[in-house]
């Protein structure tokens, strides 16, 4: 079994001794700290197969209650405050409004369509809360993965945000799943424009601003992505999955992002080979 499995597995004593990269620190952190929230012990939500990833043990207890389910994910309402103690930090949220929940709930539920279901099963992805006003420490983020097997995602983003958080997240899951670890990840830092450097993680680029395309920084699809090789990943894909036209443009005269997409392809096809074509990445890869 992969090393999903040996994270949530570490004894809260022994997570002290473990020394992961600064980059990956918040996926293995929220992962094994999650306040609680248990992964293997939890009951099948009502309407889950039998292969789907449990939810966490105690989700009810923050408020996490499911409203359905898509490609075997659970949707989940965040219908009171919660905080929750993470490592680098609590993170909090309030309930959407129902009609801001159900227009959210609707984009999840059509995005997350368009993967493979035993894609999202193999990667371990339980559920997906649509909260608001989400936030780390009093910081607003648009979404955190791997709490116990929960994407957190804030409903009132404008869609294509929402969208683009989404899929990074997604991939967030599968980076984790495919090796056990996000980074360091020599192969994918080997394309980079010679001397370049990333910079200390997400966290130091958060704001809308950010994620915005970016044609002044080739082979980078944002900002963001210049933030660590775990977000380089994370948004190469969430654009190559939700801005494709954007991508298609771009890798036809920068060489960098266009050796990034096809890794992309790879990786992928190497753990789900339906999953490319699902999501269009294999229409931009060059062969």
Known sequence: MRAWYAIVRVPFAKIATLRPSRPALFVIATLALAGGLGVLTAPKAQGAADDDPPLPSDAASFGFVVRGHAGGVALLESTRPFRIALANGPVHGIPPSGERFAVASATVARELGRYPASFLRTVRLAGVVVTEDLAENETPIPSLPNVGGLLLIDGSSVESDLVRSLHHEVFHFFDLFDDGRVSPDPAWDAM??????????????????????ANDLPGFVSA???????EDKADTFAFAVARAPIVKARIATDGVLRAKVGELDRRLAAVDPECPRRLGIDQLVVR
């Open 192 to 213: 980079n424009p010679d001397g370049f450097i990333y910079g200390s993680g997400g966290r130091t680029l958060r704001g809308p601003w950010a994620g915005r395309p």
């Open 224 to 230: 963001y992505a210049t933030s660590g090789t775990e």
